[in-house]
């Protein structure tokens, strides 16, 4: 379906709720056990399983503009290296010299025509073959094929720098995507502006994780910020395999009775959300800008930390537009941290309590239920990309 029918497609969905005060819904309400966000046998089998041995979006294609540019950053305890080589492709190597272990690199951005370990001086080109070390007619016998940067599957689509943060693993990203990669590809993301990044601590990560998934919350927790944009409690669900797509109406919506269809210009009515399973969220908010969130679980049940991207679709050159880049990053800043992340500090501060023996998902939040499905079918599967069906 072509990106204009579609959103007319949506927009007539989302009218039909504004309507009759509905909302896209499951079939019934789902159970999910307390157990499941505090148990740290399970955290911590989940984190190995989801975040380990499945396909992560770990950065922006953007954010290696040119052959030689690199980004150094550590992802639950693994420290990497994601580079662009001087052909073009994007690879990701762990951030450990092979002599070692030494971090070749500071955690940052830049360009490098090689890595040099600051411990030993072994060398590195940005493809990740040992080059030439330090003192090499004495240390001994030493190759490239054994000893060159340990290399991790990584693939470029859709914008997103995709890895696999397991030795030794690989995936199809296309395979992984499915019908979701031309949902992704609608945003064109790597044409758009990196105006700031930045990492905001959180609650437990499916704590963090649902406050992306519904807009049951919007009239009360965001009433300030993006529910003064949105409608509450109405929400059109889509899937494709593991990831999902969400899509808010905006209050503008109730003025499109009143115009000819010829005339809707349907994409300022509606806000579509993203979501790649396990835990990337993409979403359109306000005029020409983007955020891109991605929620990586902490070292402990009750702990994440959100690298929050905040995308314009140029480069804010006027007053006016800086103004209104800048402002947007404020208001989903304050948004997560101060709205959602807040009131899931006392979520997480009362699961052991003992007043919850388990959470009762609602039908209203489809999407809630199809992420607490599609992690219990991952853990009873096996294979490294495919959940259990």
């Known amino acids: 379906m072509a990106v204009g029918s579609e959103s007319m497609a949506l927009v007539r969905r989302a009218l ?23 148990d740290p046998d399970q955290y911590n089998r989940e984190v190995e399983r989801l975040f ?19 980004k150094a950053m550590t992802v639950m305890q693994t420290p990497l290296i994601l580079v662009r080589g001087a052909d073009g492709v994007a690879r990701a190597f762990l951030n450990a010299c092979r002599h070692r272990g030494a971090q070749l690199c500071k955690h940052g951005a830049g360009t490098a025509e090689r890595f040099v370990c600051p411990y030993h001086a072994w060398q590195y080109d940005i493809q990740g073959k040992l080059t030439g070390l330090y003192g090499a007619s004495t240390f001994g016998e030493v190759s490239a094929e054994t000893h060159s940067l340990t290399e991790l599957a990584c693939a ?4 997103l720098i995709w890895v696999m943060l397991t030795p030794g693993e ?12 031309t949902q992704l590809d609608t945003l064109n ?20 994780w649902e406050g992306y998934l519904e807009s049951y919350h919007h009239n009360t927790v965001h009433v300030n910020t993006v529910g003064k944009f949105t409608i509450g409690n109405l929400t059109l669900h889509d899937t494709y395999g593991p990831h999902q797509r969400i899509v808010f109406g905006r209050r503008s919506l109730s003025e499109l009775p009143n115009q000819p269809e010829a005339q809707w210009e349907p994409e300022q ?15 359109g908010v306000l005029g020409d800008h983007c955020l891109v969130s991605q929620v990586f679980p902490g070292p402990t049940p009750e702990t994440t930390v959100t690298r929050q991207s905040v995308l314009a679709a140029k480069r804010p050159v006027t007053e006016a537009e800086k103004q209104a880049t800048e402002a947007f990053s404020q208001i989903v800043l304050q948004a997560v941290r101060d709205e959602d992340y807040a009131i899931g500090a006392g979520v997480q501060a009362g699961l052991k309590s003992g007043a919850n023996q388990a959470f009762t998902i609602g039908r209203n939040e489809p999407a809630v239920q199809h992420f607490h499905k599609t992690v219990a079918s991952f853990m009873a599967s096996s294979d490294v990309t495919t959940p259990c069906v």
């Open 170 to 181: 690989s995936f199809q990203v296309g395979d992984w995507l499915g019908d979701f990669s």
């Open 269 to 283: 009515h509606i806000r579509r959300i993203h979501l790649g399973f396990p835990n990337l969220a993409i979403s």
């Open 52 to 70: 380990k041995h499945l396909p992560l979006a770990l950065a922006l294609s953007l954010e290696l503009p040119e052959p030689k540019s690199y």
């Open 156 to 159: 470029e689509r859709a914008g």
């Open 16 to 38: 039909k709720h504004l309507d009759n005060k509905g909302t896209d819904q499951a079939a019934s309400t789902w159970t999910q056990p307390i157990e499941s966000y505090i």
């Open 189 to 208: 993301l790597d044409g758009w502006y990196l105006y700031d990044q930045r990492d905001i601590p959180g609650p437990g990560w499916k704590v963090a």
